[in-house]
Structure formats: structure tokens, C-alpha cells
């Protein structure tokens, strides 16, 4: 008896995360969809209306300015993020010894909330106190710099605080990556008289590709799900101009009393982050695999 | 050592440069929010914001600390820093012993449908977490847990798991399977083996996933924000509510001081531990 | 105490059959060595005996208990891993008394065991190093001190020599040997070097392909090889397989152009058997400068041409060709030298331990 026991322990074992797993994420997905379906307001209500909610919110004027400002905000994070990352990467990797302390500097962001990243960025951009006193009192007297209350530049100003939290950990994933690359490689580049420009174009760079990817899709991931930032730096707006699909579910899920658009707005949400995540693990398995 | 030609040294020196302003940027916000904490609110108005304070006045801290208003209630940040503490480490441990106990079984104990199993938990690790924001919400309800502590706790401990499962099981595939078989020769049984072979070498992958969690559950805000009722707040929560309160004049300081205090214990954790840290991110991140 | 006996063992893996029908018998206090090129079946055979893997069908009987369905710890088997298995965290001390520690074994007696054990192995100045802190060969004698400290019915041992290196292994097939010789346990050992299996098994079972292609004494098996694999596996050079034509019931071999008749040791079968060519195994030990004392009816004179001589020190081989096939032939030093500044050499041919094979199956046709 104790010996069948012993042989079934380890399902045993996996058997309440199993069963968490199943619940509390698959099925919940599966409960958020259904209930997208329905004419849910403040409490869920099992009447099915189709794709109602869903034709809702693409009408919905709000919905279209956060999936703007989400396309918006994910390219420029993106593409900022990884220069500044590889720029980085790239001049520690060959030209300081003990970089262990600018490293330290450049990822620390990293360590903090995104509440505190929106606080302390708030204030750095405040109209009137913050950048635009500073050079003001330099000397530039027509100095503005009011893109928080200004309805068309909002949405930068999250990139720029998001940029400074994440682009460390992209250095820290480009610099592990430039480390990697075989010296031999580098080698036979300069015996074949490549500059270290032309090395790196050439040689480096293409050998890099994996980590290009896989800091596309992790910051990608951060995009889509940035909630805590856009709260405390601008808290949406002014109004709602720099609202994010993830702001847009929780004020309507929660403060509005809209469940049913609420849920089909995390549906689009999780549909996003599938079409990146899915195609990139499978493409990982099958190169694995190969 | 080669020695470098001139340009090279141009070049060096000249990356060098760049490297320490950048490092002074990402240093500035930090620095902003410190000497921002020690001024007192006519030098801020009057001030700029690089200045170094005039005396390190300490009043904006001890009203963050203790009577600073968070929406409804003015006793500081000290009773959320607290419910974040009650929060973290119950979450830490428990999501931290049952990572270890999966990737042990996941790692030496396959079985049919581990595979899957693990594939199944390692995709959950990229879902947004609003698809499951109102679901857990009803569940939190049902369970008689909304707006509590242990509510939270549970909601960490749920969704840490599968970051927490994948560090140790990533780590224990490099153990060789032949200890395992020689542990059983000697009579020892699955938790015999766990705890006499594992368990002594598990030092690194545990460092990096205490780490890693307790960073994750202590910044985290989502959860915090949509599961806790008044009183039951974690520090980032409150945080938000004290910055954006306006009563009175808007406190700069205290602010800042608030944003110091939220972030404290994970800047702390960082420059103790920073490269288990950091191992944590790459290891779990590149890995997929 | 200790006899194995397995009936009808069938292992498969998915749809992968690795053990195809096992059945052997190991008598109490054996040294039986399981040989065989990789993925022979031998280590999959090695853990079902452990109980380590479960089996797909049959039967293991230890001392005449059915085991198969019992779990490793209650066989009362120990086993000496190839890579040695010891636990990193842990002292050499305590790696040896794990397994006693683990059966509750009261404190006095585990210190004695291991006490006793280690004095045996010359360990005792290791006890408190670990593992990370021991050269290759004192891992080995730890690996084996912990196997021993069981006191066990049964020995298992998985290619425990394959990563030392040469001279310290044969040192410890010494060792082990002795080792044998002083407790009597049965011993099943796996091994893919068939120069260990020659010189430490009462008995050896040649596997392939989830088989056992033989089971005999290494006098047997060398001498008697049931057939073409066995006969080729065992033996260092190896033996000669040369397809000849059969003459009423002799054998022609062509050398350098001439044709010659060879006799054989049960040419009647040749006779018998209708088959226009046969496959000679015969060792090239039997192949030898002319020695005038060794006279018969089965000596043969035979020419070889020369293409390359390897001089191993006691001896040298010859290569050549017969039949169009390779053939090496093994020399003295000096016959050697001579063969090679002549280009050619009369062999002395010994067919009386020489063996046939069918040309297509490699089956013993003379058995």
C-alpha cells in the first residue's frame, strides 16, 4: 500500500498547482471569455449577447485612443530600449575591466516599483518645477516642457520613464549575449582586416540575433501589460489621452461598472500577447528541436 | 596587454565619457527623489530640481512615515509597509517551497504528462494578468478572502508559482539522474532524496528565487490594487493614493520620501544580492 | 546466498524494444559480466535487475524470491554507478554510511561498518573530504566503499572502470577481483571492454541488440563462439573471417594468385552441409612463423604477401590478404622484422580451433 504511495507522491505533489494552474488560469481565461459574451455590468449576468461587447468597444473612442497610444508606446519602448541597451552593451563589453559598478547603476531601475518610477518621473517632468525650471534658470527663459498635462504628448512621457526602467536589464541581456560570441570569430574577423566597426556589423550583430528576439518579446510583454506606470505617472491622462488597454480594462471593469466590456477588452489584450508569444516559443521549439 | 595607438585611446576614453553620463542619467532620478526628501517646500518652489538641499531636513520623512493622508486615512506609510511585509513573506516562502518541490518532481520524477504539465505552467507565465482579474476577484469573494491579507497572499502565491517552479526545475535538470538512482539503492525515499540531496545543493536557485519573488510581490500594484480594502493596502497602493491625494498644497517632499520608503527594501535587496538578481532575470527571461 | 535467475525479460521503451527475452541463470557468488557494444541492452538489463527500471514482462528471482515488483531499496542490491554517483554535499564518511542510515542501522554499528570498510578500500585518511575534494580513483574506491558498507546479496557494477585511465584500471580490475575472491558475493558487472570481461568473469553473457547472443565461461566463449558477432566481439586483434570455397570437405584459400587446400576439424559437415562457400573464423594466433615441434593433420603451410606489420611489443601482427580479404597473423618480433624485409612469409596455419559460420546468417555451422 505505501509503496503505491511512494510511486504516485510525485503526482501527488504537482497535483495542487496542477489543479491551480487549471482553475486559476485556464479556466479563469475560459470564465473571462464567456463572460465578455454577456451584458455584464456591475455583477456578472449570464445573458449572452454575442459579439456585442466587442463591437462596443471598437466603437468605443477611448478604446481607440489606448490601442493608438499602446502601438505608439510599444515602438517607441521597443526600439529605444534596444539601441540604448546595445549602445551600452556594446561600450562596457570591450572597454571597462571592472564594469560591475556601472552595471549596478544601469540596471537598478529595474529593482524598483513602477509606482515609484511614475512618482519620481512625475515629478522630474512637472510643468513649472521639474525639467522646465531647472533650464529655465539656466538661462533658456522660453523653455517648455509640459508634456504631462499636454494631452497630444502624454503618452511620451511614459516611454521615457519606462525606457529608463527596462533598457538596463536589455544591456544586462545584450552584454551576457556579446559575451558569449565565440573570440575566434572575432579573431579571424581582424586577420581578415574588418575595422571593429565592420566586425561588429558583420560578425557580432548577426551572431545576436536570438537575443535581439528575445528582448523583443519580453519587452513587448512589458508594453502590452504597463498598468502601474501609466497609474502613477499620469494616471491615464490628461483625460484620457494617455490611456493603455490595460488602464482602459480596470477603470471600466472595476470603477465603471462595465464587467462584459471590461472582459472583452482583456480578451484583446490576451490575443495580443499570444500573437507574439506563440509564434516566438514555437520557433524556439522547433530550432531546439533541429 | 596590447598597448593602444593614439585614435584608440581617443576612442576609449571617449566611450568611457559616454558610459559615465549615461550612468549619471539613469543615477539622476534617484538623486532627484533623495534631495527632493530633504528640502523644505519653499526651497522647492523656489529651487531647481538638481539643487542640493540647503539643510537635510527630515520633517517630509516622518510625516511620510506616520501622518502623511493615503485617501481616506493620514497614518503615513507605516501600517501599509507593514501589510506589504505581511504580504511578502508568507507569499516568498510558500510560492518558493512549492517551486521546489515541482521542479524536483518535474525535473527527476517524470511521469506521463509532465511534459506537458510544465509546458503548461511555463505558458501561463506570459498571460496579462487582466484576463484573470475578475475571475480571481469572484474567487477571493466565494472564499470568504476579499479585501484581506491572506487574500493577497494566495493570489501571489498562485501566480509565483510557475516563475518559481520554472528557476528550480531549470535547476535541477542539471543535477545528474544518477544520484537520484544511487539514493534509491540506499533506501532512500522521495523526500529522503529531496532533502538529503537536493535540498543541500539548492542554495543558488533558492537566492535567486526569494529574489526574484520578493522583488515581484513587493513592487507588484495590480493585485494589490484590485484585492485589497482599506487597511489591507500594500505599500505601492498606498503610495499612489498619498501622491495623488491633493489635500491641502501638493508635498513634494513627502512625496519623494514616500517614493524612497516604497522602494527601499527591493533597492536594499538589489545591492546585496544584485548578481543573484540578475541571474534570476536572464536565467528565467532567456530561457523562456 | 545471492543466485539470480531472470526468465523471460522483455524491457521496451514507448515503441522501442530494448530487452528482447532475457533468461539467465546466475549461480550464488558468481562473477557474471554483461558485454556488449552500446546499446546492447546491457545497463537497461543492470537497472531492471536493480529495480531501478520497471520491466515490460518476466520474471527476476533473487535466491529464488520473485523481485520484479519490489522496489530497489527492499532487494537488498548495491550498486557502484560509472560515474560514481557520491553525494556532493556530503562527507566520504557519510557517503559511505548513507545507505545504513537510511535502514535505521544503530549509530554504533554504522561507525564500525564504515570504519571497517574503509580500512579495506585504504580510505581511511578521506573520511572527511568530499567528493569535489578526491582524485578519479579515490571517487572509485568510495563509490565502492558505500556499496560494500551495505553488506548486500547482490554487487551491481556499470562500466565502473571507464573513467579511469589506463594504468589505474588495471590496478582496480585487480582490486576488484580481490575484492571477489574475499567476500563471494555475487558480482554482475557491465562492461564494454571485452579484455575485462576475459580476465574477471566465472561467466559472460554477450549481448546485442537486446539479446544475449551467448552465455559461457570466457574459455567457452572464446574458444567456442556460438557465432559470427560473438566470435568477432571477443578476442584482441580479432579473430580472421575468411569466405571460402568448399572442396568436398576441405576449404581453398587463394594467396598471391595460388590456390590451397585447407582441412578442417569437422570437415564432414562441409561434406554434408551442400554449400558452395563457407565463412573460416580463425584467430591470428593460429596464423604464426613456421614452429617445427607443432606438428598434425591441421597444420597447415600457407604464403602470405605482407602489406603493413605492427609491432605490439611481445609480438607483432601481420597484415595481408587472403580470398581477397584481409587476414592478421600474428609473429615474433624477429619473424616479424624478417617477413617485412622479404615482403612475404610462410605461415604456419593451425586450423584445429579454427570455426565456421554460414555465409549469411553467421551461424555456427560445426557446433
Not at chain 1, 80 to 97: K, V
Not at chain 1, 161 to 172: T, Y
Not at chain 2, 192 to 211: D, E, K, N, Q, Y
Request: some cysteine.
Amino acid at each position: 500500500m505505501f509503496d503505491y504511495l511512494e510511486k504516485q507522491l510525485p503526482k501527488l505533489i504537482m497535483a495542487p498547482t496542477a489543479i491551480a494552474m487549471l482553475v486559476c488560469m485556464y479556466g479563469f481565461i475560459g470564465w473571462t471569455a464567456v463572460l465578455s459574451f454577456t451584458k455584464s455590468r456591475m455583477l456578472p449576468q449570464w445573458d449572452f449577447v454575442g459579439w456585442q461587447q466587442y463591437e462596443r468597444l471598437f466603437a468605443n473612442p477611448r478604446w481607440h485612443v489606448a490601442l493608438d497610444n499602446l502601438l505608439v508606446f510599444t515602438l517607441l519602448f521597443i526600439i529605444i530600449a534596444l539601441l540604448l541597451g546595445l549602445m551600452l552593451a556594446i561600450l562596457l563589453d570591450r572597454n571597462i575591466r571592472n564594469d560591475g559598478a556601472l552595471r549596478t547603476i544601469y540596471l537598478y531601475p529595474m529593482a524598483v516599483s513602477f509606482i515609484v518610477t511614475g512618482t519620481a518621473w512625475k515629478w522630474i517632468l512637472n510643468p513649472g518645477l521639474g525639467i522646465e525650471k531647472m533650464v529655465r534658470d539656466l538661462g533658456f527663459t522660453d523653455f517648455e516642457f509640459r508634456w504631462l498635462v499636454d494631452p497630444d504628448m502624454a503618452i511620451y512621457t511614459i516611454v521615457i520613464a519606462a525606457v529608463w526602467q527596462s533598457s538596463g536589464f536589455v544591456m544586462a541581456m545584450f552584454l551576457a549575449g556579446l559575451r558569449g560570441v565565440d573570440d575566434s570569430l572575432i579573431k579571424a574577423a581582424q586577420i581578415d582586416g574588418a575595422s571593429t566597426f565592420r566586425t561588429y556589423w558583420h560578425v557580432i550583430l548577426p551572431v545576436m540575433r536570438p537575443v535581439f528576439f528575445g528582448a523583443v518579446v519580453i519587452l513587448s510583454h512589458i508594453a502590452i501589460k504597463s498598468f502601474d506606470l501609466v497609474q502613477s505617472l499620469t494616471g491615464g491622462g490628461p483625460g484620457y489621452s494617455s490611456d493603455l488597454p490595460a488602464t482602459f480594462m480596470y477603470t471600466h471593469a472595476f470603477s465603471r461598472a462595465q464587467m462584459g466590456l471590461g472582459a472583452a477588452s482583456a480578451m484583446v489584450m490576451l490575443a495580443g500577447v499570444m500573437a507574439i508569444i506563440v509564434p516566438y516559443l514555437y520557433s524556439e521549439l522547433r530550432g531546439n528541436k533541429s | 596587454m596590447k598597448s593602444l595607438s593614439t585614435s584608440q585611446r581617443h576612442y576609449k576614453a571617449l566611450f568611457i565619457t559616454i558610459l559615465v553620463l549615461f550612468a549619471l542619467v539613469y543615477l539622476a532620478p534617484l538623486y532627484v527623489m533623495l534631495t527632493t526628501s530633504f528640502k523644505g517646500i519653499e526651497e522647492i518652489r523656489s529651487g531647481n530640481i538638481l539643487a542640493l538641499p540647503e539643510t537635510l531636513n527630515v520633517s517630509a520623512w516622518t510625516k511620510a512615515w506616520s501622518s502623511a493622508c493615503t485617501g481616506g486615512d493620514c497614518y503615513g506609510l507605516a501600517p501599509y509597509f507593514w501589510n506589504s511585509i505581511r504580504i511578502v513573506l508568507p507569499a516568498v516562502f510558500i510560492s518558493t517551497v512549492i517551486g521546489a518541490l515541482n521542479g524536483y518532481v518535474l525535473s527527476q520524477w517524470r511521469f506521463k504528462g509532465s511534459n506537458f504539465l510544465f509546458g503548461a505552467l511555463l505558458f501561463g507565465c506570459f498571460i496579462p494578468f487582466q484576463v484573470i482579474l475578475l475571475p480571481m476577484a469572484m474567487l477571493l469573494a466565494w472564499l470568504g478572502l476579499a479585501n484581506t491579507v491572506p487574500g493577497l497572499v494566495l493570489v501571489h502565491v498562485i501566480y509565483g508559482v510557475a516563475f518559481t517552479t520554472l528557476f528550480f526545475r531549470n535547476y535541477y535538470v542539471g543535477i545528474p539522474t544518477e544520484l537520484v538512482r544511487a539514493a534509491r539503492l540506499d533506501g532512500a525515499g522521495f523526500f529522503a532524496i529531496f532533502r538529503h540531496v537536493f535540498l543541500p545543493l539548492s542554495t543558488p536557485i533558492i537566492v535567486v528565487s526569494v529574489i526574484w519573488q520578493f522583488t515581484q510581490i513587493w513592487n507588484d500594484f495590480l493585485f494589490g490594487v484590485v484585492y485589497s480594502g482599506p487597511g489591507t493596502q500594500p505599500i505601492t497602493v498606498a503610495l499612489n493614493n498619498l501622491v495623488n491625494t491633493t489635500m491641502g498644497g501638493k508635498e513634494y517632499n513627502v512625496d519623494m520620501a514616500a517614493a524612497v520608503i516604497a522602494a527601499l527594501p527591493t533597492l536594499v535587496v538589489y545591492l546585496v544580492a544584485g548578481k543573484y538578481f540578475v541571474r534570476g532575470l536572464t536565467a528565467g527571461a532567456v530561457k523562456g | 546466498m545471492g543466485s539470480i535467475q531472470i526468465q523471460q525479460l522483455t524491457k521496451s521503451f514507448g515503441d522501442t524494444q530494448v530487452l528482447k527475452g532475457i533468461d539467465l541463470d546466475i549461480k550464488d557468488g558468481e562473477f557474471l559480466i554483461l558485454v556488449g557494444p552500446s546499446g546492447c541492452g546491457k545497463s537497461t538489463l543492470m537497472n531492471s535487475i536493480a529495480g531501478l527500471e520497471d520491466v515490460s514482462s518476466g520474471d527476476i528471482l533473487i535466491d529464488g524470491v520473485n523481485v520484479t515488483d519490489l522496489s530497489p531499496k527492499e532487494r537488498d542490491i548495491a550498486m557502484v554507478f560509472q560515474s560514481y554517483a557520491l553525494y556532493p554535499t556530503m562527507s566520504v564518511s557519510r557517503n559511505i554510511s548513507f545507505g545504513l542510515e537510511m535502514r535505521k542501522v544503530p549509530k554504533a554499528e554504522i561507525e564500525k561498518t564504515v570504519a571497517d570498510v574503509s580500512q579495506l578500500l585504504q580510505i581511511e585518511h578521506l573520511l572527511d573530504r568530499k567528493p569535489s575534494a578526491l582524485s578519479g580513483g579515490q571517487r572509485q574506491r568510495v563509490a565502492m566503499g558505500r556499496a560494500l558498507a551495505r553488506n548486500p546479496r547482490v554487487f551491481l557494477f556499470d562500466e565502473p572502470l571507464s573513467n579511469l585511465d589506463a594504468k589505474l584500471r588495471v590496478e582496480m580490475r585487480t582490486e576488484i577481483k580481490k575484492l571477489h575472491k574475499r567476500l563471494s558475493t555475487t558480482i554482475v558487472y557491465v562492461t564494454h571492454d571485452q579484455v575485462e570481461a576475459m580476465t574477471l568473469a566465472d561467466r559472460i553473457a554477450v549481448m546485442k541488440d537486446g539479446q544475449v547472443q551467448q552465455f559461457g565461461t570466457p574459455y567457452e566463449i572464446y574458444n567456442n563462439p556460438a557465432n559470427r558477432f560473438v566470435a568477432d566481439f571477443m578476442g584482441s586483434p580479432p579473430m580472421n573471417f575468411i569466405e571460402c570455397v568448399v572442396l568436398d570437405d576441405k576449404l581453398v584459400i587463394e594467396s598471391q594468385g595460388e590456390k590451397f587446400e585447407l582441412q578442417v576439424a569437422h570437415g564432414e559437415i562441409l561434406r554434408h552441409a551442400g554449400l558452395e562457400t563457407v565463412i573460416l573464423g580463425i584467430r591470428p594466433e593460429m596464423m604464426t612463423e613456421p614452429k617445427p615441434h607443432v606438428m598434425g593433420a591441421l597444420v597447415h603451410s600457407l604464403p602470405m604477401q605482407i602489406d603493413v606489420i605492427e609491432p605490439m611489443g611481445p609480438d607483432t601482427i601481420a597484415f595481408g590478404q587472403w580470398n581477397g580479404v584481409e587476414v592478421q597473423a600474428r609473429l615474433s618480433p624477429e619473424a616479424g622484422v624478417d617477413a617485412q624485409t622479404k615482403g612475404s612469409i610462410s605461415l604456419q596455419v593451425d586450423t584445429s580451433k579454427a570455426v565456421l559460420f554460414d555465409a549469411f546468417s553467421g551461424a555456427r555451422l560445426d557446433a
